[in-house]
């Protein structure tokens, strides 16, 4: 399967402990997008990132969170001192990017983090 | 800031019905809108629409992008159970709605 995948798939952890998640997009994909969703909700953007450079981060997101992606290919998000409204699911999309246009977006199954 | 509003929230239709979702934007630097259909897990690709007007079809379904009104339409004709899922529209690669929940009863 060469789509994108992320691990884990589910992640239970204690409020205030640090979490870390992992991407790896589509090989030839330049870029590669961390996103959040819980229920009723639409994916929130958080970061984004061409190639290993972060090019965005969303306003709202908080310093607790950071992404990388040091060689261009897989990112990891962490999550420190985690708190209960962390609880959603964290979604990875990668795309193409080109110089004409944006190409859709293709999806991880997401990782699903539970903060007890 | 970006606004996107998607209508209706929830739409409950029987096998066989047609319905129409609509999403309506206000982005920066538009290039390009983007329907997904999402069921229990990752949304997927649909439909990607850069000019005004020009009607996109897959089988049963079918969009448009009306640019002057900063809107778009999809459409699913003949409902099947199997089309039961929340849609999305994404104006913009960072920005989603909150999508339509469509549930299609037998």
């Known amino acids: 399967d060469t789509g994108v995948s992320q691990n884990p798939r589910h992640k239970i952890t204690k409020r205030g402990q640090n979490v870390t998640f992992r991407c790896d997009p589509i090989s030839e994909h330049n870029r590669l997008y961390w996103y959040r969703q819980t229920l009723g909700q639409g994916p929130e953007f958080l970061t984004y990132?061409?190639?290993?450079?972060?090019?965005?981060k969303s306003r709202l997101l908080s310093d607790r969170f950071s992404a990388e992606r040091p060689k261009g290919s897989f990112s990891t998000l962490e999550i420190q001192r985690t708190e209960q409204g962390d609880s959603a699911m964290y979604l990875c999309a990668s795309s193409l990017f080109g110089q004409e246009s944006n190409q859709p977006q293709h999806f991880g199954d997401g990782t699903r983090l539970s903060i007890l | 800031e970006d606004k996107v509003v998607q209508s209706p929230l929830s739409l409950v239709v029987h096998e066989g019905d047609t319905v129409t979702l609509n999403c309506s934007y206000e982005?920066?630097?538009?290039?390009?809108l983007l329907w997904y259909k999402q069921e229990k897990k990752a949304p997927t690709f649909l439909f990607m629409l850069t000019s005004s007007g020009i009607e996109k079809k897959s089988g049963r379904l079918s969009s448009i992008l009306d640019k002057k009104e900063l809107s778009s339409i999809l459409n699913i004709t003949a409902t099947q159970t199997g089309d039961s899922a929340i849609y999305l529209c994404a104006p913009a690669p960072l920005v989603f709605g909150k999508g339509t929940r469509l549930s299609v009863i037998a």
């Open positions: 990132f061409q190639n290993e450079a972060q090019l965005e």
């Open positions: 982005v920066t630097n538009f290039r390009s």
